[in-house]
T-cell receptor
Framework: SQTIHQWPATLVQPVGSPLSLECTVE??????LYWYRQAAGRGLQLLFY??????ISSEVPQNLSASRPQDRQFILSSKKLLLSDSGFYLC?????????????FGAGSRLTVL | AQSVTQLGSHVSVSEGALVLLRCNYS??????LFWYVQYPNQGLQLLLK??????LVKGINGFEAEFKKSETSFHLTKPSAHMSDAAEYFC???????????FGTGTRLTVIP
């Protein structure tokens, strides 16, 4: 069976510090991978998605970047965090060419920027 | 382009009462529609999905949703609320073959004992 892991689960960082959130998927190959951010009262905002190694699509211009160095690894990064980067970050995957586009989510990473 | 609108950011029902969470969609192509549930500090879990088969879709935990093309709606219902249903619920839409899934802003369900 497939599993998705995110870490760290919680993170408190000062403004201006770097960020690295990691996500890995097990039990599948060539998944589509996604990063969403959930801010209070704003639902889920799609940040990045990737259909393959090194292929990143950005949905919203921002202070964050994403990378996919391996088939089942997706990393969310920032060089200098802003207060507005606080939120709950969710990684998700779906099968390649999945006709029904069902996303499976990780448990999330809560980031607080102080 | 696709989008969903969830009417009501907060809904409160009494235990045993009907649950109705509203979702209207907009899509330029035939859509896939989804409902997800999120418990506090957890990821999202799929409740049910519509993929153009039956318009009445049954999901987990006794929830169901009906696709109404004429009303561009996909409302989520459950005949009798349980305390364990208290959570946040998200409606989402995707175009067929699209890479992205677009979510509504969520509805927080409170169940009153």
């Amino acid at each position: 069976s497939q599993t998705i892991h995110q870490w760290p689960a919680t993170l408190v960082q000062p403004v201006g510090s770097p960020l690295s959130l990691e996500c890995t998927v097990e039990g599948t190959s060539n998944p589509n991978l996604y990063w969403y951010r959930q801010a209070a009262g704003r639902g889920l905002q799609l940040l990045f998605y990737s259909v393959g190694i090194g292929q990143i699509s950005s949905e919203v211009p921002q202070n964050l970047s994403a990378s996919r160095p391996q088939d089942r690894q997706f990393i969310l990064s920032s060089k200098k965090l802003l207060l507005s980067d606080s939120g709950f970050y969710l990684c998700a995957w779906r099968k390649e060419y999945s006709g029904a586009n069902v996303l499976t989510f990780g448990a999330g990473s809560r980031l607080t920027v102080l | 382009a696709q989008s969903v609108t969830q009417l009501g950011s907060h809904v409160s029902v009494s235990e045993g009462a009907l649950v109705l969470l509203r979702c209207n969609y907009s899509s330029s192509v035939p859509p896939y529609l989804f409902w997800y549930v999120q418990y506090p500090n957890q990821g999202l879990q799929l409740l049910l999905k519509y993929t153009s088969a039956a318009t009445l879709v049954k999901g987990i935990n006794g929830f169901e949703a009906e696709f109404k093309k004429s009303e561009t709606s996909f409302h989520l219902t459950k005949p009798s609320a349980h305390m364990s249903d208290a959570a946040e619920y998200f409606c989402a839409v995707s175009g067929r073959g699209a890479n992205n899934l677009f979510f509504g802003t969520g509805t927080r369900l409170t169940v009153i004992p």
